[in-house]
């Protein structure tokens, strides 16, 4: 990919949200996300058909979109789709799944991550509260948390992420489509 192919959200942070980059937060809890996602994870595929989205609501960042938060430099790219609505907005689980991470986390707020089997795992960012507990199993559209503004967030929506093989990829695709 050349430089400049994704066009750049520029991200304006409250002090309090700016300080979880200088804190190391934000990076700490990308490490503790990747250590899930990164495993093969459980062995038979769980769903069939399309992915549902997450939540109702509008896309206000697409997938791949370079960043800047506050005064810094484009650094990474946007690794999923954030759909905003209101706070309290329920947020399903996109397809069926084993519930592998599902916990508060100081950048992301509410964290639940899904394996779905065969190395495809989707998380959910930047919820107020999560409705779901590790180990157990989530069926399509599940209700597994409401919709929030939480950790660097500037406004409430969920952040919809889906991981193969370790590598993120567009959910937005997966709900396009069904994926053998």
């Known amino acids: 990919m050349r430089a400049g192919s994704y066009p750049i959200s ?7 949200k700016d300080a979880l980059f200088t804190s190391g937060a934000v ?10 996602y990164k495993r093969p994870g459980f062995p038979k595929k769980l769903w069939e058909g399309t992915f549902l989205w997450p939540a109702t ?8 979109s370079r960043r800047s ?10 690794s999923g789709v954030d759909i905003a609505n209101s706070t309290g907005t329920s947020v399903i689980a996109s397809a069926p799944g084993h519930v592998v ?22 998380y959910y960012l ?17 209700p597994i948390g409401l919709m929030g503004q939480e950790g660097i ?15 993120r990829v567009d959910p937005m695709e997966w709900a396009d489509k069904a994926i053998p």
Not at 57 to 64: A, D, E, K, L
Not at 126 to 137: A, D, E, I, N, P
């Open 153 to 167: 967030a500037t406004g409430p929506h969920v952040h919809w992420s889906l991981t193969v093989a370790g590598v």
């Open 10 to 16: 520029r991200i304006k942070l409250k002090p309090e």
């Open 101 to 122: 991470l599902a916990e508060p986390m100081e950048s992301f707020g509410t964290v639940v991550m899904l394996d779905h089997g065969q190395g495809i795992y989707s």
């Open 27 to 36: 990076e700490r809890d990308g490490e503790r996300m990747a250590a899930f």
């Open 69 to 78: 938060y506050g005064a810094r430099p484009p650094t990474g790219s946007h």
């Open 126 to 142: 930047h919820m107020q509260s999560g409705s779901v507990r590790v180990g157990q199993s989530v069926a399509r559209g599940q």
């Open 57 to 64: 609501g509008i896309v206000s960042s697409g997938f791949g």
